[in-house]
């Protein structure tokens, strides 16, 4: 059952920026919420499976706050991987294997539905960029300060739920999610950029 990942966390909703979800229970900026998660592992291996170079992207709906629950969720597996990567990547980013996702999932996914296996084609250097096939489209641009320096959140309530010491802001404008099953929504430009360092 031991596994570890390292890499990249992005994250980006239907908010404005920033997601009062991060600070606490809060009333999202339309009543009701849709976000997602990217996944990049870098550097991973779980029971024997290596998962380096592996792309996850999760994507849920809420109709309230993030923290009421009641959300929809699905995983979007990279079709590059192999089937014991998928079987592995699905089992550690739905929370069946334990570590951060399984409390927090447990608290506020209802319902899955079931994963699918997409061309997940993403770029990580400077604003991460990229498609999930041809439902999510995500666009992201670093918020800096007048010198160049990259905004930065440390000690928000929820950080600790995803093992999270600090998160860069980025914009999401552009972005988009379009799966038939869910809720159609674009980014309403809140976005945060994590350092992903996860085992059990």
Known sequence: MAWRVNGQLLELCSCEMLCPCWLGPAKPDQGWCSGALIFHVQQGNSDGVDLSGST??????????????????????????????????????????????????????????????????????????????????VKTQNVKDQAGRQTKVTGAAAMAAFASQSMDLVRSDGSRWSDPEMRQWNAGGSGTLHVLDWSA
């Open 56 to 137: 996850v992207a999760f994507v849920a709906d809420w109709p309230g706050d993030f923290w009421e629950g009641k959300g929809t969720a699905r995983l979007y597996l990279d079709e590059a991987a192999s089937p014991d990567q998928r079987r592995e990547l699905e089992a550690i980013f739905s929370g069946k294997k334990g570590g951060p996702l399984e409390p927090v999932w447990g608290g506020v996914i209802t319902k899955w539905l079931p994963s699918q296996s997409e061309k997940i084609a993403f770029e990580w250097a400077d604003a991460p960029a990229g498609a999930i096939g041809t439902v999510g489209e």
